[in-house]
């Protein structure tokens, strides 16, 4: 196949509310409406729990919905093809679909594998006579594993349905179908047909980057007026891809359920929420709800192999509740290890007397520092901080901003954060001076930190200058600078120092592994060539030194106290990396 250009060639919409977190409909959370929306799928089933209707509860689930579903084929299939097919009489699909409607107001319908031309028209003279809301299509033809999973001659069944509903997302082989021609090669091959899909039928239509080239595997909105909304998502090189059709779809059926449902409770609006259906669906809505459904799916791929699903020999499942789980142990209220341990895994206290006996072992080793530690104290630090940095590198968050595909959103949320932080970071550092035993340490963490803030600052207002903020510190912004403030103030000067270290040192040590991926055309490529400068480099190593020095003349109590908080600020730079990912993500 010829390489899919890294963009669509088009103009994409900007969706409103633009702010991170400024707006219910502009995040990424669960959604902040009073209701969750109802979401009906209507759809074949998969056995093995990967496709189908088993997918789309899944889905529906963790992008915020209340799933329900009405089975159009009972499907004999695994992860590595289709065995038998079985369509259960059309009374009983009617039937369904009254219980269905009878009883709960749906908010919106995601309608996967029909299988044959009655069923299509069936299903077609229902939604009809009960409209909903939000339709999306998943125009189900052909399988993952190559099996036919709707009649040929029900193609053009499936045709007349596409101008009924809201959205439709075709693969690439079912876009050509649709529109009658050969499978596209290229992305501007697959919109030049998705455009003219949409045209002709006023329905917005979904090109799926997944089955073309190029490290760009998003996903496009193309709507009826020949606009269009981008989703970047870098490609995975991944098996675990079994159902990922209807994933995404009845996801974007519940997130732009969400959309209606967030319009319908607006201040200001008059209707009551049940009476949502009277609203209309905006490209702003789609390109919200894309981006979201886009990068959630995104998560579960990545996830999939983990599952361990499947022989191994077709394509697995992907993780539907990565996100979730993520989210969870994000949300972990227990004390954190290192302020619990008071003996080592050999059963010697944990009492300060030497470098050995001062925190437990991590599990994971830390490597070597580019800035080396000053001595047998802050050695022993960085050792038992390993388990820490190794998630730290390990983050979406710093991998994406390494190799060049951090989303906007999220490097603003971050910046705007830590603008904030350095904010009360800089108090903090005031404090720790008029706190400090010599004037060669007052000097440093009142001047030398002052000139590394001072730079980062600039930078700040440049990058910031056109981009909006959110207005106050997030929790963990909060949580770490009250954090560092409390420890300078309030508690031994070496308790101070351990706690304002790692912002020096895991910083410059992230630095120096990300500048290692930074060129000329990288997208942040001023902001990582900051921290790969001499000059920070040589403040990282004077705070290393009095660092050490304090821990020399401590008692071995507040040695203790002081390598703990010297942890605990190892925790909470992971979470500040991290928070824009829960926040938005």
Same mark, same amino acid.
Not at 32 to 41: E, I
């Given at each position: 196949m010829a390489e899919q250009p890294t963009a669509p060639a088009c103009a994409p919409t900007t969706p409103t509310n633009p702010v991170p977190g400024a707006s219910t409909c502009g995040t990424h959370g669960a959604p902040?409406?009073?209701?969750?929306?109802?979401?009906?799928?209507i759809?074949? /089933?998969?056995?093995?729990?990967?496709?189908?209707?088993?997918?789309?509860?899944?889905?529906?689930?963790?992008?915020?919905?209340?799933?329900?579903?009405?089975?159009?084929?009972?499907?004999?299939?695994?992860?590595?093809?289709?065995? =038998?097919?079985?369509?259960?009489?059309?009374?009983?699909?009617?039937?369904?679909?009254?219980?269905?409607?009878?009883?709960? /107001?749906?908010?919106?319908?995601?309608?996967?594998?029909?299988?044959?031309?009655? /069923?299509?028209?069936?299903?077609?003279?229902?939604?009809? =006579?009960?409209?909903?809301?939000?339709?999306v299509l998943d125009p189900v033809m052909i399988a993952s594993s190559?099996?036919?999973?709707?009649?040929?001659?029900?193609?053009?069944?499936?045709?007349?349905?596409?101008?009924?509903?809201?959205?439709?997302?075709?693969n690439i082989p079912e876009l050509a179908v649709l529109c009658e021609?050969?499978?596209?090669?290229?992305?501007?091959?697959?919109?030049?047909?998705?455009?003219?899909?949409? *045209?002709?039928?006023?329905?917005?239509?979904?090109?799926?980057?997944?089955? #073309?080239?190029?490290?760009?595997?998003?996903?496009?909105?193309?709507?009826?007026?020949?606009?269009?909304?981008?989703?970047?998502?870098?490609?995975l090189e991944s098996r675990n891809t079994h159902g990922t059709g209807c994933s995404l779809s009845s996801s974007l059926a519940t997130r732009l359920g969400v959309e209606l449902l967030q319009h319908a409770e607006a201040p200001g609006h008059t209707e009551a929420p049940e009476h949502a259906a009277d609203q209309q669906l905006t490209s702003e809505d789609t390109h919200r709800a894309l981006q979201w459904s886009t990068r959630w799916l995104h998560e579960s791929i990545a996830a999939g192999a983990g599952l361990q699903v499947g022989s191994g020999e077709g394509h697995g499942p992907v993780d539907h509740a990565a996100r979730a789980r993520r989210l969870e142990a994000a949300a972990s209220a227990y004390p954190w290890h290192h302020l619990l341990a008071t003996t080592d895994s050999e059963g010697n206290a944990l009492d300060g007397t030497s470098p050995e006996r001062l925190l437990p072992v991590s599990p994971v080793p830390a490597g070597e520092a580019v800035v080396k530690p000053a001595g047998p104290w802050t050695?022993?630090?960085?050792?038992?901080?390993?388990?820490?940095?190794?998630?730290? #590198?390990?983050?979406?968050?710093?991998?994406?901003?390494?190799?060049?595909?951090?989303? !906007?959103? #999220?490097?603003?949320?971050?910046?705007?954060?830590?603008?904030?932080?350095?904010?009360?970071?800089?108090?903090?550092?005031? /404090?720790?001076?008029?706190?400090?035993?010599? *004037?060669?340490?007052?000097?440093?963490?009142?001047?030398? *930190?002052? !000139?590394?803030?001072?730079?980062?600052?600039?930078?700040?207002?440049?990058?910031?200058?056109?981009?909006?903020?959110?207005?106050?510190?997030?929790?963990?912004?909060?949580?770490?600078?009250?954090?560092?403030?409390?420890?300078?103030?309030?508690?031994?000067?070496?308790?101070?120092?351990?706690?304002?270290?790692?912002?020096?040192? #895991?910083? =410059?040590?992230?630095?120096?592994?990300?500048?290692?991926q930074n060129h000329a055309d990288h997208p942040y490529a001023e902001w990582l060539s900051m921290y790969g400068g001499e000059e920070f480099a040589a403040e990282v190593a004077r705070s290393l030194a009095e660092v050490e020095r304090a821990f020399e003349?401590?008692?071995?109590?507040?040695?203790?106290?002081?390598?703990?908080?010297?942890l605990s600020a190892c925790v909470y730079e992971r979470e500040f990396f991290d928070q824009a990912h829960r926040a938005l993500r």
């Open positions: 902040q409406t009073s209701r969750v929306p109802r979401v009906l799928s759809a074949g /089933t998969d056995p093995s729990g990967g496709a189908g209707i088993q997918a789309d509860l899944k889905s529906i689930t963790a992008s915020g919905g209340y799933g329900m579903c009405v089975t159009t084929s009972l499907v004999a299939q695994n992860t590595c093809g289709v065995r =038998e097919v079985f369509t259960p009489p059309l009374e009983f699909l009617t039937a369904q679909l009254a219980a269905v409607f009878d009883d709960v /107001t749906v908010d919106a319908v995601k309608i996967g594998m029909l299988g044959d031309a009655d /069923t299509i028209r069936t299903v077609r003279t229902w939604l009809s =006579e009960h409209p909903v809301p939000v339709v190559g099996d036919r999973l709707l009649q040929a001659e029900a193609e053009q069944a499936l045709r007349d349905l596409v101008p009924l509903v809201d959205v439709i997302t075709p021609k050969e499978p596209a090669q290229t992305f501007d091959e697959a919109h030049e047909q998705a455009a003219n899909l949409a *045209a002709a039928t006023g329905t917005t239509v979904i090109v799926k980057g997944g089955h #073309l080239c190029g490290q760009d595997a998003g996903n496009t909105a193309v709507f009826p007026d020949g606009t269009c909304a981008h989703v970047r998502t870098p490609r050695a022993a630090l960085w050792a038992a901080g390993g388990e820490t940095w190794r998630q730290i #590198l390990d983050l979406p968050f710093v991998r994406a901003l390494g190799d060049g595909t951090l989303d !906007e959103d #999220l490097f603003s949320f971050y910046l705007d954060q830590d603008a904030l932080y350095l904010r009360d970071y800089s108090r903090a550092l005031a /404090t720790l001076s008029a706190r400090a035993d010599t *004037a060669e340490a007052q000097v440093h963490w009142a001047a030398g *930190a002052h !000139e590394a803030i001072a730079a980062e600052s600039q930078l700040h207002e440049g990058w910031l200058a056109n981009r909006a903020r959110l207005g106050g510190p997030s929790p963990i912004t909060m949580g770490y600078t009250n954090f560092l403030r409390a420890s300078a103030a309030g508690d031994d000067y070496v308790v101070g120092a351990a706690a304002i270290l790692p912002c020096y040192w #895991l910083y =410059e040590e992230v630095g120096a592994v990300l500048s290692s003349t401590a008692s071995p109590a507040q040695r203790v106290r002081a390598a703990r908080a010297y």
